[in-house]
């Protein structure tokens, strides 16, 4: 499968390589919002200060609000927690906690 992807980004510009791996990540955050709320074993009505309805278009959302997020994992018992690193390095040493609730 790997040899298949690069075959596909070999053809595509460094710039459409960029916008589709952004697409993918959007797309599996809004599984793993999911999956997060299946694992607690809280069904989308009984959300917190969320309607069934609500909670099903945040999954299904690729973009989503710092803020709705938020109050989505603190529903769940969650907290969020956002590092900052410079790309292109492994060192855990550059990177920075940007948020944390």
Known sequence: MKDAI???ESKMSPESVRRAHIKAEQDIMAIRLAQIREEQNIKQSDMAYFTQSSV???????????????????SLGMGLK????????????????????
């Open 6 to 8: 690069k075959m596909m």
């Open 82 to 101: 956002i590092i900052t690193y410079p790309k292109g390095t492994i060192s855990e040493k550059s990177e920075k906690v940007l948020l944390s609730v």
């Open 56 to 74: 099903s278009k945040i999954e299904k959302r690729k973009d989503i609000k710092l803020s709705t997020l938020i109050d989505y994992l603190d």
